[in-house]
């Protein structure tokens, strides 16, 4: 039931907060500094033979599976590749012994997700799967795997979802790490900061007012440019599919750095780009993007660290998240692109929990 909320994406974007506590619970060792999933089944021998991690998901699954990528590498030194799912099975792709193969999917029930745990597990590759839904193929089919605990997600447009799927992800890279490189107090400081990411949720959810009103300021525009760096870029590319998917506005997350190889010709005062400037590394050169879309005329709307005046003399369009790490800024910032995207929506009118053409989950290839 959508109870006081307008939409149920809306009320799902609300319950971030608890569907996050419901992740984390009972999840983290504060004596060993690490994470416990028990659904992962894997010895502590297994745990330090893998070698590699090959992450399979389709849009917004396919997003965390980004992020997963920038926690398994530089939190426990995995090399980890990210595929969409749909080509993991028809590429040939190299699994070996060693290789620990995720899948990642909120219903379970997606045919190319389905497709790549059957290629993995027939390849002999040991497979844990990430679902939301208890008791869906992909959670049965794996064997393995952690569950989100995030509830029923109703509306099309992936919220709550994505946002354990990103934390489940973090609590693995600290157990990965505590079992290779992380020391007992880097793996509590760590587990800290996850705890955190309610509190952090919750702060930028009080914003919700601010965030309708740019987005109302925006809803007339029909293309849009998403930008971040390192964890934020995985988080441009979701904010921008959130946008195109409920709001029917043409939007593309790219890279910050790419703007110069192709995009940035196309900017002018049509093109809003919405730039994910948080106080984090590689800020300053997020920063010069924005010169750089100002100088073409772009609108600017930017993410920033609250407090942060950096970015504040180029544009007044700026939404505010709370100061936190690199590995834990996709959180709050997806939270406030999530609004961004669904009062962009209502205010053009659409359909926001059964956009035109989708489907909440695509059973068919
Ligand atoms: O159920 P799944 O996580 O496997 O679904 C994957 C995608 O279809 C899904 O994330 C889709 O991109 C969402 N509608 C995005 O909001």
Do not use: W
């Not at 157990?175 to 509590?188: A, F, I, K, T, V």
């Not at 609108?299 to 180029?314: E, H, K, L, Q, Y």
């Not at 709050?332 to 999530?338: C, H, K, M």
């Amino acid at each position: 039931e959508k109870g006081n909320y307008p939409h149920f994406m809306l009320k799902e974007i609300f319950e971030q907060p608890e569907t996050i506590e419901n992740a984390i619970r009972g999840r983290i060792d504060h004596e060993m500094g690490t994470a416990i999933l028990n659904g992962m089944n894997l010895s502590p021998r297994e745990l330090a033979l893998i070698n590699r991690i090959v992450i399979a998901g389709c849009g917004s699954s396919m997003h965390a599976g980004m992020l997963g990528e920038y926690y398994f590498e530089d939190i426990a030194g995995i090399s980890t590749s990210v595929e969409q799912a749909a080509e993991f099975r028809y590429r040939n792709p190299i699994i070996e012994p060693n290789t620990l193969v995720i899948p990642i999917s909120q219903s379970g029930e997606t045919a190319d997700t389905i497709a790549a745990v059957r290629e993995a597990t027939a390849k002999g590759a040991v497979v844990t799967a990430l679902c939301n839904v208890v008791g869906s193929t992909i959670a049965r089919e794996s064997g393995r795997g952690v569950y989100l605990h995030a509830g029923p997600e109703i509306s099309v447009a992936s919220t709550k979802a994505f946002s354990s799927q990103v934390v489940v992800l973090l609590l693995f890279a600290l157990l990965l790490g505590r079992n290779r490189r992380l020391s007992r107090s880097e793996g509590n400081e760590l587990a800290d900061q996850i705890e955190q990411i309610p509190e952090l949720i919750r702060s930028v959810l009080l914003q919700a007012p601010e965030i309708k009103k740019i987005a109302e300021r925006y809803a007339d525009k029909e293309d849009f440019f998403y930008i971040g760096r390192g964890c934020l870029y995985p988080t441009a590319l979701e904010g921008a599919l959130k946008l195109k998917e409920i709001s029917y506005i043409h939007a593309e997350g790219y890279h910050a750095a790419e703007l110069k190889h192709g995009p940035i010709s196309l900017l002018d005062e049509r093109h809003p780009v919405l730039a994910l400037a948080n106080d984090i590394p590689g800020k300053d050169k997020i920063i010069g993007n924005i010169q750089e879309c100002r100088a073409r005329k772009a609108p600017v709307v930017a993410v920033i660290t609250r407090g942060d005046s950096a970015v504040r003399s180029m544009t007044q369009d700026v939404i505010e998240v709370p100061p936190c790490s690199r590995f834990i800024a996709p959180l709050p910032t997806t939270v406030a692109l999530q609004l961004f995207a669904y009062y962009v929506a209502v205010a053009r009118g659409c359909e926001v929990d059964q956009p035109r053409n989708l489907a909440k989950s695509v059973t068919v290839e």
